[in-house]
């Protein structure tokens, strides 16, 4: 079966040029190669600075890679000029952590849910507004509160909102970069089921970024480990948690409550 | 220090650049200081053009410039045709007297405003905010002509006050103490009427910032140790919002020439602004630029002044400066 | 050489059992209601009538999620609640004082030295232009006469005592220069440093990774070991209170909804919103994995509205188990074992 993506030994470098003129250098992504089916969902966890957000940001499109390919739908997208990316940004989506932030606090959510429809400039105004609705609908999102202002949602509700701003282009693969992390439990639930269906139903592929490993092997068919910019393990979910082959594994698995139950109780002193 | 570097040269670049647009400004201005002299039937064309060669205002603009600019970096300024003698003595002496009062000035503003500020935000909506907002309201809406006036017809009325200039007559007279009591006499009225000019709208900057500031999480946090409330507004609240309040103090150094203009002219102090004032009607060309130039510098000052300031005050720009 | 803090609650006892149930409690918490008032003048009720105990040396895990009133609890058992927030009725007795009717001077003596608040996001608690050791120093300012020579040394023990590694560098540190693990310990380091009975943390590892997670509640543990804190730990995350409260105390809606043993409510949860909870979690905590990308049995429906006052169960609309009685009236808290009991009619009440 052919990949949805590909990425090849991708590498990013950031540089700092500290006092004096002495440059420092900074490697946030080394030798990252793994691959993504179609419809199905890669869980990449690992701590912070691990460079999980960096590899979300050159994946979309947002950043360039130092060097190395990334490959969606039979396209190199690292190979493609500015223009041609434009017309291939609309496949990936991205979904951040924190709704409040990353959604505009002066837009209905209608408007929200509209302005990447505008941006694209296919369609009438009519058009939008019944595709939003529609996308509004799909998430969950009640019809009668699509005029209102962000901060007038739930946390919940706002996430939704976010999906459905991430679908409106219909992209065939959504970066959902810790966004369930800043939810409460019962909203985590929510939403993951929400993911559920919507994966079923669009045939959307899934990169989740998190670090709760508990989620993570909920959601996900193949877990890539990474540390200081690296993968460090990758593989089926059933596997992972069996059989860590990595220190880092280990201690990941270990820290999370529920997936080791048997350490819990001898942490009950 | 790259930090600081670059803002110099961004300051030199600014000052180039003013002083061409001044010096083109002022020229392509119609007219001269020898236009009066032509209107005198008395005075020949002759004489005159004479005149106009000998202060070499005939020759084309850009060497002018040059000529300036060279003679600027000797120390000079050029000539002023007004008081007949060259322009940068004039200058240093004016600008230190505007300096005197000016700073003098801004010190005891901001040393009211900060307390007044202050009480204000932690008493908001409150009775003594809203009688200092009512009291700011009513000064901003006086004109500074109308207060400097007023306070002039008081010191005329009362006598309590001298009525104008730097120095009473004689005064060389007197001793160097003595001297800088006749000064600080002949201060009193021009400090007062630029302090409460300039009061009103930085006690409404204070205010918002530290309101801004008493509802974040840290300020509750530090209420909750037990810190008590006069270090909580003094210490957290007024250095959290330092950053726009130190920003703001660059700008009113900035302008502090332009602030002092109008009360310098009314209650006759011998600062830069009546000798801006009369050299413009004058038509005295290089007066104009000389004191244009020292108002650049001013404000150049002034904010490079709060970039030093912001930089000393909030490590995250210290922090960030470094990462550039 | 280093100093012993005095502890003035210590009772000379070293241990970490919990006193008998005859003895006073530290905290006593009777009926708080608290209202928020908007600016377009709408009244919301955050707490709706909360009682609860705290004793010695215990630790109290309350769970709650958005919209259920643990963060206006945390605020208001110290009187810092902000200027549209009310306390409309109820008492909160620390060692028999009312600290809502008690004089501020009182209070601020309290704040800090005999009762300490962890704020959520540490980022966001911690002054950005001071630094770490200036804001420790304050703290300790605030309650003891110290020399500046022994305000530092002081603050480097605190800092050592929170496992932070090179205290020096850390208290010569800005908030935005270290990571923020660092800053939750910090923020620890102040909540410990004038030696209180009770600590009060909303959300202690709400931003952080999962192994810093660890550490901070392993941290937790060795601190109210060392020095017998009593702690109110406050989170939405049932996982993190398991082998670490002693009882739990579960709210909804600003009422408590359940309360008992930590492990007998994890087990056998009563409520039906807790049993809920517990369900929609992908890894339960007994161990029982679901099929992996199943659909979670969720709590269907949104938090409740605070504006909207109910005469009845708050959670009645999205609960799986209601009946009519439930819309009628409030549940009162009904005793269902030893220690554990339930607001829910399905248990009388």
Known sequence: MEQLLITENLEKRYENAGVLGTKREVWALQGVSFSIGPRSTLALVGESGSGKSTLAFCIACLERPTSGRIVFDGNEITALNEKQLRDMRPQIQLVFQDPARSLNPRFSALEIVCEPLLVQGRFTKQEREKRARALLAQVGIPQETALRRPYEFSGGQRQRLAIARALALEPKLLILDEALSALDCSVQAQIANLLLELQSLLGLTYLFITHDFAMAAHLADEIAVMECGRIVELSATERVLRAPEQEITRRLIAATPGLSAAKLVQEAV | MRYFLRRLMEAAFLLIGVSILTFLFSTLAPG????????????????????????????????????????????????????????????WVRARNTLLLTLT?????????????????????????????????????????????????????????????????????????????????????????????????????????????????????????????????????????????????????????????????????????PLLLEAILARDLYTVIGGVLCSTIFLIGGNFLADVLLYWADPRIRTAASAQ | MSRRFAWPNMDGRTGTGLLPPTMTPLLQVQDLHVTYTSSAGRVSLALAGLSFDVHRGETLGVLGESGSGKSTLAVALLRLLPENAEVQKGAVLFEGLDLLQAELRTLERIRGRR???????????????????????????????????????????????????????????????????????????????????????????????????????????????????????????????????????????????????????????????????????????????????????????????????????????????????????????????????????????
Not at chain 3, 239 to 254: E, Q
């Open chain 2, 32 to 91: 001269n200081y020898f236009d009066e002299m032509r209107l005198n039937p008395q005075i020949s064309s002759e004489t005159v053009a004479a005149l106009r060669a000998q202060y070499q205002l005939d020759r084309p603009l850009p060497v002018r410039y040059v000529r300036w600019v060279s003679s600027l970096l000797h120390g000079e300024m050029g000539f002023s045709f007004a008081y007949n003698s060259p322009v940068a003595p004039l200058l």
């Open chain 2, 105 to 273: 000035a801004t010190f005891i503003a901001w040393a009211l405003a900060l307390p007044l500020g202050v009480w204000s935000a932690a008493t908001l909506h409150r009775l003594p905010d809203r009688s200092l907002s009512w009291a700011t309201a009513a000064l901003l809406a006086i004109p500074d002509l109308v207060l400097a006036l007023g306070l002039l017809i008081l010191a005329v009325r009362s006598g309590w006050f001298p009525t104008g200039g730097m120095v009473s007559l004689g005064s060389e007279r007197l001793t160097p103490l003595q001297q800088t009591r006749d000064i600080a006499l002949h201060m009193e009225l021009p400090v007062v009427a630029l302090v409460l000019s300039l009061l009103p709208t930085l006690v409404r900057h204070v205010r918002g910032a530290v309101a801004d500031v008493l509802h974040t999480p840290f300020l509750r946090a530090a209420a909750s140790h037990g810190i008590p409330r006069h270090t909580l507004l003094y210490r957290y609240a007024l250095r959290a919002a330092a950053n726009p309040l130190i920003s703001l103090f660059g700008f009113s150094v900035g302008a502090l020439l332009s602030g002092s203009l109008l009360v310098e002219v009314v209650m006759s102090w011998p600062g830069l602004g």
């Open chain 3, 115 to 349: 009762i300490a608040l962890i704020f959520q996001e540490p980022s966001l608690a911690l002054h950005p232009t001071i630094r770490i050791g200036d804001q420790i120093g304050d703290v300790l300012a605030a309650h003891e006469s110290l020399t500046e020579g022994s305000l530092r040394q002081k603050t480097l023990q605190l800092l050592a005592e929170v496992s932070c590694a090179d205290p020096a560098r850390i208290a010569d540190s800005y908030p935005h220069q270290v990571s923020g693990g660092q800053q939750q310990r910090v923020l620890i380091a102040q909540a410990i440093a004038c030696g209180p009975s009770l600590i009060v943390a909303d959300e202690p590892t709400a931003s952080l990774d999962p192994t810093t997670q660890q550490e901070i509640l392993s941290l937790f543990r060795k601190l109210r070991r060392k020095f017998n804190l009593s702690l109110i730990l406050i989170t939405h995350n049932p996982a993190l209170l398991a082998g670490l409260a002693d009882r739990l105390l579960v709210l909804y809606g600003g009422r408590a909804a359940e309360s008992g043993p930590t492990e007998r409510v994890l087990a056998s949860p009563q409520h039906p919103y807790t049993r809920a909870l517990l369900q929609s979690m992908p890894r339960q905590l007994n161990g029982i994995t679901r099929r992996r990308q199943s659909r979670l049995p969720i709590i269907p429906g949104e938090a409740p509205n605070l504006e909207v006052l109910a005469n009845g169960c708050r959670f009645e609309t999205r609960c799986a188990e209601r009946m009519e009685l439930c819309s009628k009236r409030e549940p009162a808290a009904e005793s269902v074992s030893e220690g554990h009991t339930v607001a829910c009619f399905k248990y009388g009440g």
